[in-house]
Nanobody, 116 residues
Framework: QAQFVESGGGLVQSGGSLRLSCAAS????????MAWYRQAPGKQRELVAS???????NYADSVKGRFTISRDNAKNTVTLQMNSLKPEDTAVYYC??????????WGQGTQVTVSS
């Protein structure tokens, strides 16, 4: 079963940018569709962006045009470039497999805080 470690979060002003990274280990990474999720205080975890093994991408409407997901299969990493950040993007961000049948344990996540 794959394991994931997220990094790159921080505090940024509204309109700023952050780049999140996810390092995968364990089960074979290359065939997995991967995704970034986020969970804001008092809210359920939600899907932010996903990427297939062939690098086709999909985004939640709330982040389209601002976030970009990418992957490097040689390095077993998934990246989320976040631009034009808004206070409503404040959350803990997690990476994991896109489909529940492939999903490993949730990691610690990385905190993203956007100040207004």
């Amino acid at each position: 079963q794959a394991q994931f470690v997220e990094s790159g979060g921080g505090l940024v002003q509204s309109g700023g940018s952050l780049r999140l990274s996810c390092a995968a280990s364990g089960s074979s990474f290359r065939p997995l569709a991967m995704a970034w999720y986020r969970q804001a205080p008092g809210k359920q975890r939600e899907l932010v962006a996903s990427i297939t093994s062939g690098s086709s991408t999909n985004y939640a409407d709330s982040v389209k045009g601002r976030f970009t997901i990418s992957r490097d299969n040689a390095k077993n990493t998934v990246t989320l470039q976040m631009n034009s950040l808004k206070p409503e993007d404040t959350a803990v961000y997690y990476c994991n497999a896109r489909w529940i049948t492939d999903r490993g344990d949730w990691g610690q996540g990385t905190q993203v805080t956007v100040s207004s």
